[in-house]
């Protein structure tokens, strides 16, 4: 049984698989394949796409649930450009740490440590395992809501808090059996995949007859969404062009236009950040070494990319963010009717005194009593009051009951809605647990046998473990969420560009690619497009620290750079 060499990357690339006769076969198919022409290779690549598909499977969660509706609710269709691209050139990045994992058949915590830098190494394990332990979370939250909300609202035992212990029950024993197919190896890798190709398939269709039915309905202007797919970077530092109208008539512009945009780039920046998160990064290559892959399957991967993970987050947040703008953007009529009377209320009045406060002074208006507040609230031009009702916060289930409005209560749509977001829920926390068994495997050098199956399966049960009884015990505290879900996001959004320079280095390494270095114009144009996704990110990253945590966050970066800087590689011995 040949397995990867953790000293010299000789050998088979697996991680803790033998290199399987089903393996030989797929690299014999490939080849015979690619020689008989493009046709053949792209109906081969079909049949044995996987990693993409799973990477879906994280991507299409709660983050890129609720980051497509605030787009939706903020920017109406002006924003639809920002989650494919942002994806594209997340797709760029994890090509290349396909590539180079490939093309050596060395594990990349590994690689990085020998190669780049182990302060890097360390930080990208840890922030991953950091994001899977703590992002399951709001994913049992989701899945929950969606069985109590949307699919099951009359069945009493699933109601209230009891019924909250049994929806999390049932989403981690179903998670736990689809993961143990996954730790048999082999045919269980399959019906894992097979699994998991058919509730990205079933999210996809979920939110596009969503939007189907509602074009149906003739609820949308196909015109302004087909625009809305122009990329249009200067809104990065101007509102959408719908909301101007509104900024323009109201009684303090300057007010509103600062209050907007910082909303509409608190938005964009969570959209871009759910696109590809830190620990898709280290998802793929390990899937990759899991399945036996080595350099000839190096185009099956960027085809798998290509397919399986961007085609289904294009089309499931789309048709999110259409549905959300549809509904919410830029409405001050009907549209308050999703939400409960008295949160409508408190976010409209919180909005509206925010803006006095702004105008008065903050001494002044703690002067004023609740009927002089009262009075002057009700003498704000009507744009005023217009604009907060637009600024009342919304989820996923805000818009499911927006749906009801549209096509009824308990209506078809609204079910196929709530399975698309039970989808949502349980195909992200089943890859979640995945990736931390990778993590943990590669925390204590598990490479094979029964410490690498412990390992992996250990590793694995952990976030289901700590997102439901975190969900049932923590998420629903507003403080405790915060101190949970900033540090992690903020670790983990700081570490994506560092990780995709980390990439680039890779990409750039003689002494760890060899022959396989590539040339010429594809070496160009793989380093402009990989520079262009590190500007990307590290714009993104920089504005999510600075407004979450300012200095602090600037200082912590900086030290993870120098000590990465300092601390040296270790050597690769000799062969």
């Known amino acids: 049984m040949a397995t990867a060499d953790t000293a010299t990357g000789q050998g088979s690339p697996t991680t803790d698989q033998p290199v399987t006769a089903q393996v030989a076969a797929d690299r014999r198919r490939l080849q015979e394949a690619q020689a008989a022409g493009l046709g053949a290779t792209l109906k081969t690549f079909v049949r044995l796409s996987g990693p993409g598909w799973l990477q879906s499977a994280i991507t299409l969660g709660g983050g890129s649930l609720a980051g497509s509706l605030y787009l939706g ?50 930080a990208w394990l840890l922030a991953a395992m950091m994001a899977n332990l703590v992002w399951a979370m709001p994913q049992f939250s989701l899945g929950t809501a969606a069985l109590q909300q949307n699919l099951f609202p009359d069945v009493a035992f699933l109601a209230g808090r009891q019924g909250e212990w049994v929806c999390a029950g049932v989403l981690f024993a179903l998670a736990a059996i689809v993961i143990a197919f996954y730790e048999s190896g082999g045919w269980g890798v399959k019906v894992f995949e097979g699994i998991l190709k058919a ?38 530092w101007r509102p959408v062009a719908s909301l101007r109208t509104f900024i323009d008539a109201s009684g303090d512009a300057a007010y509103w236009t600062e209050t907007i945009l910082a909303t509409q780039r608190e938005r964009m920046i969570a959209a871009a950040a759910t696109a590809v998160g830190i620990n898709m990064t280290f998802l793929l290559p390990y899937s990759m070494l899991r399945k036996g892959w080595d350099k000839t399957f190096r185009g099956l991967a960027c085809f798998d990319l290509s397919t399986g993970l961007f085609i289904p987050f294009l089309l499931a947040t789309s048709c999110v963010v259409i549905a959300a703008a549809s509904q919410f953007h830029a409405r001050f009529d009907d549209s308050q009717l999703a939400l409960p009377a008295a949160q409508i209320e408190g976010q409209y009045r919180g909005n509206l005194e925010a803006r006095l406060k702004a105008e008065l002074g903050g001494e002044a208006f703690a002067a004023l009593d609740t009927a002089a507040v009262n009075e002057r609230i009700d003498a704000l031009p009507e744009a005023d009051k217009q604009l907060s009702l637009m600024l009342v ?11 009801e409005n549209l096509f009824g209560k308990g209506g078809l749509t609204q079910k196929i809605f709530g399975v698309g977001v039970l989808g949502m829920a349980i195909s992200t926390i089943i890859i979640l647990m995945v990736i931390n068994g990778f993590c943990v495997n590669e925390m204590f050098g598990w490479s094979g046998g029964a410490g690498s199956r412990l390992g992996g399966l250990v590793g694995s049960l952990l976030p289901g473990v700590t997102g439901s009884l975190g969900f ?45 270095l590539p040339t010429g114009r594809w070496r160009l144009l793989a380093n402009l497009l990989m520079l262009a996704a590190i500007l990307a990110a590290s714009v993104g990253a920089g504005m999510s620290i600075w407004a979450n945590i300012g200095w602090i966050g600037v200082l912590l970066v900086a030290v993870l750079l120098v000590l990465a800087a300092v601390v040296p590689a270790r050597e690769r011995p000799a062969a």
């Open 472 to 516: 049932l015990w923590l998420w629903s505290n507003s403080d405790a969420k915060f101190w949970l879900a900033v540090p992690t996001s903020n670790f983990g959004m700081a570490l994506l560009p560092i990780a995709y320079i980390t990439f680039f280095l890779m990409m750039n390494s003689r002494s760890l690619l060899g022959d396989a």
């Open 393 to 403: 916060k919304r989820d996923a289930f805000d818009l499911a009951r927006a749906l």
């Open 199 to 236: 509730m990205v398939g079933l999210v996809v269709v979920s939110f596009f007859g969503v939007v189907a039915a509602m074009s149906w309905k003739g609820q949308l202007d196909w015109g302004a969404i087909a625009s809305g797919f122009v990329p249009d970077v200067s809104l990065l």
């Open 73 to 122: 609710v903020i920017g109406g269709y002006e924003l639809l450009w920002l989650q494919p691209l942002m994806m594209i050139l997340g797709i760029v990045m994890l090509s290349a740490i396909a590539y180079v994992t490939l093309s050596t058949g060395e594990r990349p915590f590994g690689a990085i440590n020998r190669s780049i830098s182990p302060v890097l190494g360390w």
